[in-house]
């Protein structure tokens, strides 16, 4: 008889959970979709669950387990940080895993993966790598509306790439205001200009949507007026400043933005991850920001707090949403572990949690993720995220390159042009190409390609300056190249390509003077010594101090940091385009110096 019972028994309770959603594990499912008010989902969430929403982990701190044991909301890549297989399909097999792993859960959430795809999808191989902000910039500081639709262009061909390899969330666009060229980060800015800052930050997050991936904006606020632009120092604003520096996160909000990213800056010497009136009272009270508030890599771990624990209660109090809880495993186990004891001996509200889980379920909503949900029980669990992919081969391919190489000529500024020498470089014969930077994709992409502080040298697909030129002279002239300059016989014209060495962040700051290389120093030396004209182009990300060392020059052009399409510059050096950018930021001879450029400055060349 018994035999009969048990098995009849099991049966009935299979049948009754399948049909009440009930897992038998003896965890209830929490039974929801696309219509179910996400307050009723918060509200049937664990402490445990709405903690784990709040975590953001590295992908090399996980096992892929953690993922449902622990619920977590999110996982990102720093910077350079890739599978092993860093191909569309290597990226595409990771995330689909992750987000597998995330819906076999009880609240099914989906996982977010974040990345900063910054200048096209940069972490990935022979990906299109269009250029920094700093170049769209002097798009827009020549003719607003043309800088618009670059930023807009630039935008999607990221969002297409993205989306091929899975990924749905990248970290931009930066909506800081440079002040001060020694900041590392310049180039992650459009320019110093305010109204530039809004349009192209705007138009990037349009871009970028548009294109189905979401936007998150960074970093709130006030990181580029530190005293003497020092990467996460301190700001001194008074409410007028703030409302400046509040344009363009109203422009953006507006624009749809449902992420943003804390900066680690201070201001008035109050570290902004723990900066409440910042945070909460004007960002989501004045402004009636929806969205979730994301913080900076292990950025709590600066707070005021003398333990991790004391600093996550005063993060998250101060509006911290999602914690971005970063440098190994036990920092995203123990942000967990310390936010539940605050909870439970009430140091933080329960109420501050179910306001930071709602908006992040309102964040992923939006950023089309919890779609996954209902795509999974159409696709079955192994099609969920290929089914949300661009399975088409859209990574690097011709279409993005060449609107991209259209954007790398709209953004040069032509600064001199002794004798208009520019418009004769097509009728010469004899010409010699120097310096490192003329035949280098690691210098002409800069910092955040390929891995987190770039890399000089071929570290991806692309087309250098020279590389270019020999394009577009076609034969009809003999192009000569030598890195360090010197070469025999004569010439009609020197092209000499100097820069910057790839950097990020803080990494990039200067104390001072951004002086040329002394390689690139040498060089010009020897470039000098041919009695033929100079035409010197600069890849840099921000204006370099260069003295009265200009005066060398018969031409003079900023190239900012191109990216993979350098063939851009030789599409105006030897074509019949005009050079319509201008310079987006304050050109100085030296720090705090004479005034060489002012901001909107730049020639037609032809
Ligand atoms: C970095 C940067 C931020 C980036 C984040 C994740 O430190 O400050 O811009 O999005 O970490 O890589």
Known sequence: MKKIIIPLLITLLLIISCRSGKSITGSERIIWDSQTPLEEVVAQMTLSEKIGQMTQAERSDIYISDISKYALGSILSGGGSVPSNNTQNGWTKMIGDFTEESLNTRAGIPVIYGIDAVHGHNNVLNAVITPHNIALGAIAAGDMEKGVQAAYNAAQITAQEMKATGIFWTFAPVLGIAEDVRWGRTYECYSEDVNIVTALGTSTVKGLQEGGVAACIKHYIGEGQTVNGRNQGNAVLDRNNIERLLIPYRAAIDAGAMSLMASFSSVNNIKMHEHKEL???????????????????????????????????????????????????????????????????????????????????????????????????????????????????????????????????????????????????????????????????????????????????PITKGTTILEGIREAVNGRANVSYNAQGKARGNFDAVIAVIGENPYAETQGDRSNDINIRHADADMLKDAYSYGCPVIVIMLSGRPMTIGDEYKNWDAFIAAWLPGTEGGGIADVLFGNRNFTGRTPYTWRKTINGDVLYPLGFGLTGK
């Open 279 to 457: 945070l909460t009272d004007i960002l989501k009270g004045e402004l009636g920001f929806q969205g979730m508030i994301l913080s900076d890599w292990a950025a709590i771990e600066q707070l005021s707090g003398r333990t991790y624990k004391a600093q996550i209660a005063n993060a998250i109090n101060a509006g911290i949403d999602m914690v971005m809880a970063t440098n190994g495993r036990e920092k995203w186990t123990g942000f967990i572990r310390n936010l539940h004891q605050l909870v439970e001996e009430g140091t933080v509200p329960m109420s501050r949690i179910d306001d930071a889980v709602i908006r992040i379920l309102r964040f992923k909503q939006s950023a089309g993720i919890l779609n996954m949900r209902s795509l999974r029980n159409l696709h079955g669990s192994s099609e969920t995220h290929n089914a949300l992919t661009e399975q088409t081969d859209t990574i690097g391919s011709n279409k993005n390159r060449q609107t991209a190489r259209s954007i790398v000529s709209d953004s040069l500024v032509l600064l001199r042009n002794e004798n208009n020498v520019v418009a004769n470089l097509s009728s010469y014969k004899n010409i010699l190409v120097t310096g490192q930077g003329a035949d280098n994709i690691g210098m002409q992409c800069g910092g955040w390609t390929i891995t987190w502080q770039g890399n000089l040298g």
